[in-house]
């Protein structure tokens, strides 16, 4: 079956460096997602990995090693507002996205 | 660009009647959308896959019956809950595919909070 596992929760503090991982075990790769999703609302998109390798974006990177089924999300200088959850995807062979549970971002003071 | 909205942002209906939920891209052409369901403190569930002029595929275990969903142009898809009772109470969201950047890009409408009473 198809799997993407993350934490369920971490804590972090405001201006420190936190990394969320997430590990896939899918029916294809078309490419990794990660989404940023507040509290009541709908999700929105941080990045896409489909090669190997680190991309970065201001204060986000993303991580992927396919050969791995292993991706990361770095977030730098913690704001408060980063408090949320953090969604990996994965695309499969049918380009259906597959969603891990999401990993809950705690900023504290 | 690649604005999606949902209609309304919230409803509360009572037990037994309809509620229609509207998707619509605004500044691009969406040849796919999709229905999520996400319940307080889940992740995303995907419902359904809407392709426009055709019928829409669902996941195993959504009632095709219960939920409709029409995807009658480019640019909107809607979502009807039949006979809604207080179990359907949960945050849909829809996301749409921008046909001319390729397969890849999904973009997410801001979601419709539905409480049934």
């Known amino acids: 079956g198809q799997n993407i596992d993350q934490p369920t929760e971490m804590t972090a503090t405001e201006g420190a460096i936190v990394q969320i991982n997430c590990t896939y075990q899918?029916?294809?790769?078309?490419?990794l997602f990660w989404y940023q999703q507040h509290a009541g609302e709908a999700p929105t998109f941080l990045s896409y990995?489909?090669l190997d390798g680190l991309e970065e974006k201001g204060r986000f990177s993303s991580f992927l090693s396919r050969s791995k089924g292993y991706s990361y999300l770095l977030l730098k200088e913690l704001q408060m507002k980063d408090s949320a959850s953090y969604l990996c995807?994965?695309?499969?062979?049918?380009?259906?996205?597959?969603w891990g549970a999401g990993t809950k971002l705690i900023i504290k003071p | 660009g690649a604005v999606v909205s949902q209609h309304p942002s919230r409803v509360i209906c009572k037990s037994g009647t309809s509620v229609k939920i509207e998707c619509r891209s605004l500044?691009?052409?969406?040849?796919?959308m999709f229905w999520y369901r996400q319940f307080p403190k889940q992740s995303l569930m995907l419902m359904a896959t809407?392709?426009?002029?055709?019928?829409?595929?669902?996941e195993q275990g959504v009632e095709k019956d219960k939920f409709l969903i029409n995807h009658a142009s480019l640019t909107l898809s809607t979502l009807t809950v039949t006979s809604a009772h207080p179990e359907d109470s949960s945050f849909y969201i829809c996301?749409?595919?921008?046909?001319?950047?390729?397969?890849?890009?999904?973009?997410f409408g801001p979601g419709t909070r539905l409480t049934v009473t």
């Open positions: 996301s749409a595919r921008d046909a001319a950047s390729g397969i890849y890009e999904q973009y």
């Open positions: 500044d691009f052409q969406a040849t796919t």
């Open positions: 809407s392709n426009e002029g055709s019928k829409a595929t669902y």
């Open positions: 899918t029916s294809g790769f078309n490419g």
């Open positions: 990995n489909v």
């Open positions: 995807a994965v695309m499969d062979s049918n380009y259906q996205l597959i």
